[in-house]
């Protein structure tokens, strides 16, 4: 018997699971609402719920409004779910490792209960930049939760690299203490020399691929890992996830179906490999920053971020004073000039005096050979 106190969770300001509030959202209803409840009594109502004892443990592998689809372990059956009240405003993402309650068995119609989730590893939160969501502001999303690696996925050709993206990939996983690794897309139509070179001031380990060639390098570091898949348009992405996950558009019908048909273009979903898993962030385009602090983002540049000692008290590091330690390396030979522009372009684009696309477009620019 559960004895409600509803003045508990405001119903119209309950968390979702993909950060958003919705406001006089009609309150959800679950198995508990069909018992009859006793009438009012004079027993002093409680928080306190019963510790189901017989939940089991699940993934959470996509989100559509308010439904969440779960997979138990070594079991693909999607598993319709919706939150428990009782996890008040705490959101629940793609990633999250929770526990489950009620009818698990996955057939259609039915609905499972989430009652517990796991402390998350990893969490990777995104800002919309300014370009998209604009009713929503630039609140702060969870994109992905407990992810132990993100896969930057960028061509080597057609379309050009873009180090722009790279970089503010970079800066996002590494503060949220996630593995990069850089997944080089196209190698059949162009070398990594150029973009490797970027990025040789860094320890950033990276895979090649090619229609031609078996994706093994890449499933060997994705297996036994949580892996988030990120790429702008075009790079190949789509066309890796199907090669990696043969039925992926039909695991992804599948959780789409369970959310009433409609398939949100911007959620991410968990596909399962044979050893471990993907999260695919279709409609996730780029990173807004503006959650990152000025310090975590050049922490996103572990080539450059020693030099900051030599910096002044509180530098900016926008290099306009003439004394940013910053300099000095560059001067000295000890990084490269574009990875400190690129750094600029961020730090200048988070603090909102430079559109963040006209960045990326620059970051594009400075990728080309020749340049
Ligand atoms: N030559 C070559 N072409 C590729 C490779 N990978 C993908 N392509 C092609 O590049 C184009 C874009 O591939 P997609 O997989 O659709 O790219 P995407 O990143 O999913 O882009 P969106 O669909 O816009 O999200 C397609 O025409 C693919 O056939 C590759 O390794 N080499
Ligand atoms: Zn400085």
Redesign the pocket.
Known sequence: MHLEDPAAVPDALVGHGDGRRRLSRKREYDEDDVRIRPGRSTRPRTRTRPRHADAVPALVVAVDRGRYTCVLDGDDRPITAMRARELGRHGVVVGDRVDIVGDVSGSPGSLARIVRIAERTSVLTRTPDDYEDAVEGRQERVVVANADQMVI?N?LA?PPPRTGFIDRCLVAALDAEIEPLLCL?????AGPEHLLDYYAGLDLPYVL???DAPLDPLLERLTGRLSVLV????????????RLVPDAERAVGAVSAVGKGRHTSTSAVALRLPGGWIVDT?GIRSFGLAHVTADSLLHGFPDLVEASTKCPPNCDHTGAGGTCGLDALVAAGGADPRRLASYRRLLSSRAGDDPTRDAEEAGRAGADPGE
């Open positions: 996925v061509a057609d897309t196209k190698a059949d139509l691929c090619r229609p790429g702008h348009s075009g790079v190949g992405k789509s066309t890796l996830v199907n279709p």
